[in-house]
C-alpha cells in the first residue's frame, strides 16, 4: 500500500491511499504525474503505507 501525498505549509499531507493493484508502487507514481500535471506548482510524492 502507498500514500499519495501532497506538500503543504504544514509539510506532508496524505491524500490517497493506494491499494489493490498488482504493483501499488508504479500505480502511485503514475498518479504523481497526473497530479503534478494537473498542479504544476506543487509538490506530490509517493510513500509506504505499512
Do not use: H
Not at 501532497?6 to 498488482?22: F, H, N, P
Not at 503514475?30 to 498542479?39: F, H, N, Q
Request: aromatic letters at 10%.
Amino acid at each position: 500500500m502507498y500514500w499519495l501525498e501532497m506538500k503543504s505549509i504544514i509539510g506532508w499531507e496524505k491524500m490517497m491511499l493506494v491499494v489493490g493493484y498488482a504493483s501499488n508502487g508504479s500505480v502511485c507514481e503514475r498518479l504523481v504525474d497526473v497530479a503534478t500535471a494537473d498542479a504544476p506548482d506543487r509538490e506530490f510524492r509517493c510513500s509506504t503505507a505499512n
